[in-house]
């Protein structure tokens, strides 16, 4: 019979806990998990777990999806990016809820970074990417925010304020509500910009390690899936101190945090090479150098460049099992492993490249006189101030100057949709469907554009695959929760990333409806965790 949460809290009920227990209608509901460790691996697809676990199984992947429930449809909510990606498991929304569409998008309300008054017509772009760090003069990030570089807003005072990462989300995190709770909190990602983990209150996360893995105009650690591994060790050795009960640094700690974890980047990295260190900049890469990255086929084998992240990432998680019962906490460790984007496309045949998106559409015949695209060529080139803005990579975001303009926009994008490489265009009733409608929400774009399957807006050299869009390649992602009381169980019903922060919180015995997203969006826990439910799905 499958064992769940819920009937092994018995089974743990003579252990001590770190966060007060729920009410007793909810006294089976797992509060007797005690820490939450959470995985992301940026980039991994459903079917990268399953093909590495049949061809791995004394792998670290395969001991959690023996004692674990694995979710072979899990979709993030929304777009894809990393930042929504991210957000999806810690808020448990989407940008209807924590307003992040991108790393890099728009705000109307909002001012340039030099605009430290806030004066004049509001809106900018908004940048929260590795230009925001603070920089030594020889280009290496101090890994810290350079508050110089972020954009003004009006605060809640009234009074014209930088506007950081955590400020930047409409909704509280975990981390808030796990510090609220009592319990320890800590987190590692690839840029300081991940800040936005510490939620609105700024204070969410207590040991926040952010070590930077694109410097700005400096060493590129992803031009190289050999020093991308060697980033993430240095997040892997923060989270086997802080199992130890340490500080991510190794200095004297509180205990083991009730909700910890990181990112890898090695799987991403490897998915989207085009050429492995192309730039020579990895010295110590002298395995695969040169060599291609992503997928040999649709099948989702992986090249040498790929199978090497994923092993290096697999060795790492073996290392936190281990260490988690070296401390004689793994049977109350509940372990999260997923990813906050996939990648496409995985069949290589299926690559395209066409060039950026503006730059598409100013190669159209009428581009100089049809008016519709000279909005798009505005905003395209606006670099500072309220004039709209374009991102795009294996989709395209579009924030117009005249919004009144949509229509127009929307119906030339579409009737140029296979110059364009078009799939879908979403604006209007379609696009207010989805998210928030961009004449009342100032960071909901106005048309937002879905290439048809494969196509990465872009001239670089430097990749093969892109993630950000809402493709099943981008947005279907592995999701694993593990814990040695629970039984193997293949789950196919759809799930969404956002309900893993459900699922954390009830496991930890907190409320979950603590989480303003939850409570906007109705987010419910992933199912088979608390109940056994009926039929097994495996197979």
């Known amino acids: 019979m499958k064992k769940s949460i819920a009937t092994i809290a018995l089974g743990l009920a003579l252990l001590g806990g770190t966060i007060p227990a729920r009410a007793a209608d909810d006294e089976l509901r797992g509060h007797k998990i005690r820490h939450v460790l959470l995985i992301s691996v940026d980039g991994l697809h459903s079917l990268d777990v399953d093909n590495y676990v049949a061809a791995h199984p004394g792998s670290a992947l395969a001991a959690l999806s023996n004692h674990g429930v694995t979710f072979s449809n899990a979709r993030t909510p929304a777009l894809s990016d990393s930042f929504p990606g991210l957000l999806a498991l810690v808020t448990g929304g989407s940008p209807i809820s924590h307003g992040l569409f991108y790393d890099v998008s728009y705000d109307r309300t909002i001012f340039d970074p030099a605009n430290t008054s806030c004066s004049g017509q509001a809106g900018n772009s908004m940048i929260f990417d590795e230009t925001t760090d603070k920089y030594t003069p020889a280009n290496v990030s101090l890994d810290v925010l350079d508050p110089a570089t972020l954009p003004n807003h009006i605060d809640s005072n009234g009074k014209c304020a930088r506007l950081f990462p955590h400020n930047a989300i409409r909704s509280n995190t975990i981390f808030e509500v796990v510090r609220a709770s009592g319990g320890r909190t800590a987190w590692a990602d690839k840029h300081p910009a991940y800040d936005l983990v510490n939620g609105p209150s700024g204070k969410g996360v207590q040991d926040l390690y952010m070590p930077e893995i694109t410097n700005n105009n400096g060493f590129d650690a992803t031009a190289s899936v050999v020093c991308t591994v060697a980033n993430d060790q240095l997040k892997v050795a923060a989270i086997l101190n802080e199992i130890h009960g340490l500080r991510h640094d190794g200095t004297p700690g509180p205990g083991v945090p009730a909700v910890f974890g990181m990112n890898f980047q090695a799987v991403s990295v490897g998915q989207k090479l085009e050429k492995d260190n192309k730039d020579g900049s990895c010295a110590s890469d002298t395995l695969f150098t040169g060599q291609t990255g992503g997928y040999t086929d649709g099948a989702g084998t992986p090249t040498a460049v790929l199978a090497y992240g994923l092993k290096k990432t697999d060795e790492a998680l073996g290392s936190f099992i281990k260490a988690l019962k070296a401390q004689g906490i793994y049977d109350t460790t509940l372990i999260v492993v997923t990813a906050k984007h996939g990648q496409s496309p995985i069949n290589p045949v299926k690559v395209n490249k066409p060039g950026h998106f503006a730059d598409l559409v100013a190669a159209l015949p009428d581009a100089n006189s049809n008016p519709a695209a000279g ?91 892109e993630h ?29 990333t956002s309900q893993v922060a459900v699922t954390i919180l009830e496991a930890l015995g907190i409320d979950s409806n603590q989480l303003d997203a939850v409570r906007t969006e109705q987010t419910g826990v992933l199912p088979f965790i608390f109940s056994d439910g009926g039929k097994d799905d495996q197979n």
């Open 468 to 496: 950000g869009g809402l493709s099943f390649g981008d947005t279907n992602v592995g999701l694993i929760i593990a814990n040695p009381w629970l039984d193997a169980r293949k789950v196919k019903t759809a799930v969404v």
């Open 375 to 465: 909005v798009l060529a505005n905003a395209a080139t606006c670099s500072t101030g309220p004039c709209g803005f374009v991102q795009d990579d294996d989709i395209a975001l579009i924030w117009l100057p005249d919004q009144s303009k949509t229509p127009e926009v929307a119906a030339y994008l579409n009737a140029n949709a296979n110059a364009l490489f078009i799939e879908e265009v979403l604006a209007g009733a379609e696009l207010k469907a989805r998210f928030n409608s961009p004449l009342t929400d100032s960071r909901t774009p106005d048309i937002i554009v879905q290439p048809v399957f494969g196509t990465i807006y872009t001239t670089s050299s430097k990749k093969i695959a």
